[in-house]
């Protein structure tokens, strides 16, 4: 069965980066990509930037442009995000989710979720 | 970019009940580009709709969506005790995705 299983909760300082890590399985990982998303406490969900799993194209929420990238490594079926410049109000829950295909981003099975949480 | 406001934010309701959750688009959503989620605290959201109207694969047949350009609903025709969660939609017709807000259906 299709999973996706996130690396573990993460406590930050402010202005310190962010590396989460999403290890796919139970399909074809270059068949269908991998966006992220997080949620805020109290907050709805937010879209933060999608990556192709077969090419490694990215596309980003303006939002993050400057500080969040994305990689892959396909012999692992992992993919990664990094959050740069941590604030206070980056401390959500990050999730991983399948795109059901390259061109559909809507996602059909999702990681089990990272809390962060940035404080001094 | 394509803002979606949901409505109601809350509804109460007693299981056994229907339930009709609202998305609206800031501008035309062409190719019914319009997907539902339902999402429990401490858990992973969950495809229900995608497509405005396709049933993903294992959600029950008391689910159901419709609609079309700016308008969109999320159907439960008779609620049972673990539908009651918070339900997001979310266009994929333009970058940047976006979600609504969210509704929130509680046990009234």
């Known amino acids: 069965q299709v999973q996706l299983v996130q690396s573990g909760p993460e406590m930050k300082r402010p202005g310190a980066s962010l590396m989460v890590s999403c290890k796919a399985s139970g399909y074809t990982f270059s068949t269908s990509g991998i966006g992220w998303m997080r949620q805020a406490p109290g907050q709805a969900l937010e879209w933060m930037g999608w990556i192709s799993t077969d090419t490694g194209d990215t596309n980003f929420a303006q939002k993050f442009q400057d500080r969040f990238s994305m990689t892959r490594d396909t012999s692992a079926t992992t993919v990664y995000m990094k959050l740069e410049s941590l604030r206070s109000d980056d401390s959500a829950v990050y999730y991983c989710?399948?795109?059901?295909?390259?061109?559909?981003?809507?996602?059909?099975?999702w990681g089990q979720g990272t809390l962060v949480t940035v404080s001094s | 970019e394509i803002l979606l406001t949901q409505s109601p934010g809350t509804l109460s309701l007693s299981p056994g009940e229907r339930a009709t959750l609202s998305c609206r688009a800031s501008?035309?959503?062409?190719?019914?580009?319009l997907a539902w989620y339902q999402h429990k605290p401490g858990q992973a959201p969950r495809l229900l709709i995608y497509?405005?109207?396709t049933g993903a694969s294992g959600i029950p047949d008391r689910f159901s969506g419709s609609g079309s350009g700016t308008d969109f609903t999320l159907t439960i025709s008779r609620l049972e005790p673990e539908d009651f969660a918070v339900y997001y939609c979310q266009q994929y017709i333009d970058s940047p995705l976006t979600f609504g807000g969210g509704t929130k259906v509680q046990i009234k």
């Open positions: 989710a399948r795109s059901y295909s390259d061109r559909w981003w809507f996602f059909d099975h």
């Open positions: 501008r035309a959503i062409n190719t019914n580009s």
């Open positions: 497509g405005a109207s």
